[in-house]
């Protein structure tokens, strides 16, 4: 079941379409997000070693937020097979590394796609909708911020109302 994700109005206007298959697993999420368009003209992360990396959200990076009964947790998910997790205690408050996981599973495509796959821990007090989102920088540097929802004049996937799509 894939969802739509929407560039920023102050983003960059490309010709990129972004979304995002996801199906629950128990006490997991597994997730597809895809991207479409003009692949080449996006800085893609060099592949690294699969661990807990600080500063993803700074290049082309997925990312998840996860409602929890008080607070939330963030995944930042990188096609260099980096990952971060962090539990926030409040709106942007708090911020600390968080206990779950994620795993990469690649990134794959072809002339005009790209998907990364993923799969996060969720965390055991997981609660109400979660939001979907990405940074998207292309190769002359310029970023392009993309979420379910845009409820806010400047980028901030942080915000409560960007909080969606209800957990499958």
Same mark, same amino acid.
């Given at each position: 079941? =894939?969802?739509?994700?929407? =560039? ?6 490309? !010709? ?26 996006? @800085? ?27 607070? +939330?947790?963030? +995944?930042?998910?990188? %096609? ?5 997790? +962090?539990?926030?205690?409040? +709106? ?24 990364? @796959? ?18 998207? @920088? ?13 409820? !806010?004049?400047? %980028? ?5 109302? !960007?909080?969606?799509? @209800?957990?499958?």
């Amino acid at each position: 079941m =894939a969802v739509s994700l929407s =560039a920023h109005p102050a983003s960059p206007r490309d !010709s990129l379409t972004v979304s995002v298959d996801r199906e629950r697993r128990a006490d997991r999420l597994w997730l597809r997000f895809i991207v479409e368009g003009d692949t080449d003209a996006i @800085e893609w992360p060099r592949k690294t070693i699969a661990a807990r990396t600080h500063g993803l959200w700074q290049h082309t990076c997925f990312e998840v937020f996860v409602r929890t009964g008080d607070g +939330y947790v963030e +995944y930042n998910l990188s %096609p260099s097979d980096a990952w971060a997790t +962090y539990v926030f205690s409040g +709106y942007r408050e708090g911020m600390q590394p968080a206990r779950v996981t994620a795993t990469i599973d690649g990134l794959d495509g072809a002339e005009n796609y790209a998907a990364l @796959e993923a799969v996060i821990d969720l965390p055991p007090n997981a609660t109400g909708p979660i939001g979907l989102s990405a940074v998207i @920088e292309s190769t002359d540097g310029t970023l392009s911020y993309w979420a379910l929802a845009h409820p !806010s004049d400047k %980028p901030d996937f942080h915000h409560p109302d !960007s909080f969606v799509l @209800e957990l499958p």
